[in-house]
């Protein structure tokens, strides 16, 4: 079991998510620093964000598992011009991650040095608002590395 590394942030998210009694655990396994999905018990297939129906064969047998933690950054962009909601935080980054279980993902890339390159190594971090938490990417460093299966250091 990893436990995902964990940020305080001192404000309330700016547009949180809806919590439904469904996805609860989800958030509830988060704000613990432990990155969980839906997985079907029939066909095995991961579902991202979790889905109480598999997505792949339509069975409703599925479970809360845990799943990669890291990935590939498949594209990013800095955004200068945001929604209303989040003016207060340009500019920020968002990142599109190829998880290594096979889902792709998008959500907010934390520490955005120029320029990263598509390709890079990333993992799931947890930013824990005021109000509760969110996920989120860092792109990974050489020294962040070792024992990673998806590169020779
Ligand atoms: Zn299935």
């Known amino acids: 079991m990893t436990t995902l590394a964990q940020r305080s942030v001192d404000r309330d998210q700016a547009y949180p998510p809806r919590i439904s009694e469904f996805?609860?655990?989800?958030?509830?396994?988060?704000?613990d620093g432990r990155w969980t999905t839906?997985?079907?018990k029939k066909c095995q297939t991961?579902?991202?964000?979790?889905?109480s129906v598999c997505p792949h064969c339509w069975s409703t047998d599925v479970e809360?598992?845990?799943?990669?933690?890291?990935?590939?950054?498949?594209?990013?962009?800095?955004i200068h011009a945001a929604p209303s909601s989040f003016a207060e935080e340009t500019p920020y980054c968002v990142g599109i991650v190829d998880l290594d279980d096979g889902l792709?993902?998008?959500?907010?890339?934390?520490?955005?040095?120029?320029?990263i390159e598509?390709?890079?190594?990333?993992?799931?971090?947890?930013l824990q608002h005021r109000d509760g938490?969110?996920?989120?990417?860092?792109?990974?460093?050489?020294?962040?590395?070792?024992?990673?299966?998806?590169?020779?250091?």
Do not use: N
Request: aromatic share 10%; proline share 9%; with cysteine.
């Open 23 to 31: 996805t609860r655990p989800f958030w509830q396994a988060l704000r």
């Open 38 to 40: 839906t997985g079907c």
């Open 118 to 126: 598509p390709g890079r190594r990333v993992e799931m971090l947890v």
């Open 46 to 51: 991961l579902a991202f964000p979790p889905k």
């Open 64 to 78: 809360w598992r845990e799943w990669s933690h890291r990935g590939t950054l498949y594209s990013w962009t800095r």
């Open 104 to 115: 792709r993902i998008a959500c907010r890339l934390v520490d955005d040095h120029q320029p």
């Open 133 to 153: 938490p969110m996920f989120a990417a860092r792109v990974l460093h050489p020294q962040d590395l070792q024992g990673d299966k998806h590169v020779s250091v």
